[in-house]
C-alpha cells in the first residue's frame, strides 16, 4: 500500500510538470467519457432498467388485431368481455389519452387526461399520496364526476396544498370532485397530468359498438406463475370467439399480448445500442491518439528510467509507476467526463424530449456512475500499457 502510494504521489508530480500533455490528455477522455458515459446513463433508463412498478415483468400491454393492421385500439365491449372471460389476469384495464380545459383556478389551461378504469391502478400497483383513486362503482356510466390529479400539478397550479380533497374543479365546463393525487414521479401514460373514469363515457352509444375503436389501450397484470405466451393464448381464444359471434362487427379481430417493458423499447433498442457503440468507438480511437502521444513522452523520459533501473528498480515496478500514471490521468477525466455526461444529458432531453421512452428517469445513478469509474480505469490500463511495457 505505501509502494502504491508513492508511486501515486510521483504520479502526480510527473503530471504537473507537464501540464500541456497532461491537459490534452485529460480534456479529450473527458470528452470521451462524457459521451460513453451520457449514453449509458439512457440506455440503463431505457434498455437495462425495469419498470418502476412492483413485479413489472408480470405487467402485459394489450391492444386488437384486425386482418388490416397489428394494432389498433379496443373497442369498450371487448375490453369488458376480456375482463369478465380471462383466466390469466390478476387485474386488466384500459386507458386512453385526451385533454381537458381546466377553468376557475387562475389562467384557463390543456391539461393532458387520461381517461382510465379504476382496476388498471390496481394492475400497476400505485397508491395516491393523498386521497384515493376512484373505485369501480365510480368507474361506470352514471358515476359521480370525480378526478386523480398529478403530484406535479397539484404543485404548480394549487401550491401542495392539503384542502385541494374534495375540492371542486371546473372540467370542460363541468364540475368534478378532486379524490386524490398520485405520488411524486407517477405519470402514465407518459405526460398525463389528471385521471377521470373511462367507464362513466362507456353509456355513449357510439362506445357500445364493437367495431369502434376509441383510442383504448390495455395493461393487465399476469396471475402469478402465468406466462405472456399463456395468456396470449387464453386471449386469442376469447378473441376468436368473440369474433364468431359478432361477425359483422370484428370478423377476424384478435387481440395482441406483449411485455410492457417491451412496447416501451422496441422502436428504440436498436437507435441506442448502435449510438451506444459509436461512442464507444469514438472513446477507443482517443485511447489510440492518446497512447501515441504518451509513447512520444515516454521516449522523452528514457534518461529517467535509466536512473531509476540504476537505483534497483525493475521493470514491473517502471511499468507499473508509468500504469498508475495513466489510470491518474484517466480518472481525473473520468470525473470532469461526469460532468460533461450531466451537460450531454440535458441536451438529449432537450433536443427530443418527446422521442425517448421513460426519459423522465434518465439520470446518473449508481450504475452509471459504476460504469463510469470502471471505463475510466480501463482506458487508463488501455491507452497506457503499451507506454509502461515500453518504459519497462
Known amino acids: 500500500m505505501t509502494t502504491l502510494w508513492q508511486d501515486v504521489r510521483y504520479g502526480a508530480r510527473m503530471l504537473l510538470k507537464n501540464p500541456g500533455i497532461s491537459l490534452i490528455v485529460i480534456l479529450a477522455l473527458a470528452l470521451g467519457v462524457g459521451a460513453n458515459t451520457a449514453i449509458f446513463s439512457v440506455v440503463n433508463a431505457v434498455l437495462l432498467r425495469p419498470l418502476p412498478y412492483d413485479e413489472a415483468d408480470r405487467l402485459v400491454f394489450l391492444n386488437e388485431t384486425s386482418k388490416a393492421m397489428n394494432d389498433i385500439s379496443i373497442s369498450y365491449p371487448n375490453f369488458a368481455d376480456w375482463r369478465d372471460q380471462n ?7 384500459v386507458y386512453n389519452r385526451n385533454s381537458y380545459n381546466l377553468t376557475g383556478y387562475g389562467e ?9 378504469s379504476a382496476d388498471l391502478f390496481a394492475a400497476l400497483r400505485v397508491s395516491p399520496a393523498i386521497g384515493r383513486i376512484y373505485a369501480n362503482d365510480e368507474d361506470k356510466p352514471g358515476g359521480a364526476p370525480v378526478v386523480v390529479l398529478s403530484y406535479g400539478l397539484w404543485q404548480r397550479r ?4 392539503q384542502s385541494i380533497i374534495n375540492r371542486q374543479l371546473t372540467l370542460n365546463g363541468k364540475s368534478y370532485t378532486v379524490i386524490g393525487v398520485m405520488p411524486q414521479g407517477f405519470q402514465y401514460p407518459s405526460r398525463a397530468d389528471m385521471w377521470v373514469p373511462v367507464g362513466q363515457l362507456s353509456g355513449d352509444q357510439n362506445w357500445q359498438q364493437r367495431g369502434n375503436h376509441p383510442g383504448l389501450y390495455g395493461v393487465a397484470r399476469l396471475k402469478p406463475g402465468v406466462t405472456a405466451a399463456a395468456a396470449q393464448a387464453d386471449m386469442t381464444n376469447i378473441a376468436t370467439n368473440l369474433s364468431r359471434q359478432y361477425p359483422d362487427q370484428i370478423a377476424g379481430n384478435g387481440v395482441r399480448v406483449q411485455p410492457m417493458l417491451e412496447v416501451y423499447i422496441s422502436d428504440v433498442r436498436g437507435t441506442l445500442w448502435v449510438l451506444f457503440g459509436a461512442v464507444g468507438f469514438v472513446l477507443l480511437i482517443a485511447c489510440a491518439n492518446i497512447a501515441n502521444l504518451l509513447l512520444a513522452r515516454a521516449g522523452a523520459r528514457q534518461k529517467e528510467m535509466a536512473i531509476r533501473a540504476a537505483m534497483g ?4 515496478r517502471i511499468a507499473r509507476q508509468m500504469l498508475t500514471e495513466s489510470v491518474l490521468l484517466s480518472l481525473v477525466g473520468g470525473t470532469l467526463g461526469l460532468l460533461i455526461a450531466r451537460w450531454g444529458i440535458q441536451l438529449i432531453l432537450w433536443i427530443s424530449p418527446n422521442a425517448i421512452p421513460r426519459s423522465r428517469e434518465i439520470g446518473l445513478d449508481w450504475r452509471v456512475l459504476a460504469f463510469t469509474i470502471g471505463v475510466s480505469f480501463l482506458t487508463g490500463i488501455l491507452f497506457g500499457l503499451v507506454p509502461a511495457i515500453q518504459a519497462g
Open 158 to 161: 394549487f401550491g401542495g396544498e
Open 108 to 116: 384557463a389551461e390543456r391539461i393532458p387526461t387520461a381517461q382510465m
Open 87 to 93: 383466466h390469466v389476469f390478476e387485474k386488466i384495464g
Open 313 to 316: 528498480a525493475g521493470r514491473l
